[in-house]
């Protein structure tokens, strides 16, 4: 069972939620997941008056790493896929012994 938010110290709750109000970034021309865009954090961080910055960062930062790194492992999975069907020619292919 994933671990719910709240079973993690409140500056890595924070960065949870810094994350999710920021948007995610893809490389235009092949859709890559590139991480979060950062550019209105320092926004984000002053509306909601949250006061230890580098601590949040650093945990947010952390989890953007995972994450761009199992999509990426994702994508490599989806695109052997699609190399092997490819060989196969793109069809079903069933074995029928009988």
């Known amino acids: 069972m994933p671990l719910d938010a709240s079973a993690f ?3 890595v ?3 949870f939620f810094v994350l999710g109000l ?3 970034y893809y490389e235009g021309m092949s859709g890559t997941y590139m991480g979060k865009n950062w550019s209105s954090a320092s926004f984000i961080f ?3 008056a949250i ?3 580098q601590t949040v960062v650093f945990f947010a930062k952390t989890y953007e790493t995972m994450l761009v790194n199992q999509r ?3 994508q490599k999975q989806k695109q052997k896929q699609a190399e092997r069907r490819a060989k196969s ?3 079903n292919t069933f074995r029928v012994t009988g």
């Open 46 to 48: 002053e509306a909601f």
């Open 9 to 11: 110290p409140y500056e």
């Open 13 to 15: 709750q924070v960065a």
């Open 89 to 91: 020619g793109g069809k």
């Open 51 to 53: 006061e230890n910055v």
């Open 72 to 74: 990426a492992e994702e």
């Open 22 to 24: 920021l948007p995610d």
